[in-house]
């Protein structure tokens, strides 16, 4: 079955960086694009960034574009998202999720992982 484990939350200060994993099996992760989403308390699921199954093609939420990378390795069936100058307003649950159709559009989710930024 499809399974998507999300690591390498915690806390961050502000300005600080964490790099999020998603180690994926159960499927052909080379042939799906994949995305990340958070959810922040109080508040509704927000994409935050997809990549093509390439690994060429992604696309971020304004939010954080020019502050997150996302990417990854078919090799090891593992996508990414590197976060840098975190802000309070990132803290969020992050999960990654496996696209279908495009990034936006997902059909399995990981548990997630938690990110906090504060001083």
Same mark, same amino acid.
């Given at each position: 079955?499809?399974?998507? &484990? *999300? ?11 964490? +790099?999020?994993?998603? $180690? ?8 799906? $694009?994949?995305?990340?989403? +958070? ?24 939010? &954080? ?6 990417? +990854? ?5 593992? &996508? ?8 309070? *307003?990132?803290? $969020? ?7 279908? $159709?495009? &990034?936006? *559009? ?14």
């Amino acid at each position: 079955q499809v399974q998507l &484990v *999300e690591s390498g939350g915690g806390l961050a200060q502000p300005g600080g960086s964490l +790099r999020l994993s998603c $180690a994926a099996s159960g499927f052909t992760f080379s042939s799906y $694009a994949m995305s990340w989403a +958070r959810q922040a308390p109080g508040k509704g699921l927000e994409w935050v960034s997809g990549i093509y199954s390439d690994g060429i093609y992604t696309h971020y939420a304004d939010s &954080v574009k020019g502050r997150f990378t996302i990417s +990854r390795d078919n090799a090891k069936n593992t &996508v990414y998202l590197q976060m840098n100058s975190l802000k309070p *307003e990132d803290t $969020a649950r992050y999960s990654c999720a496996r696209a279908i $159709a495009s &990034v936006a *559009e997902c059909d399995y989710w990981g548990q997630g992982t938690q990110v906090t930024v504060s001083t």
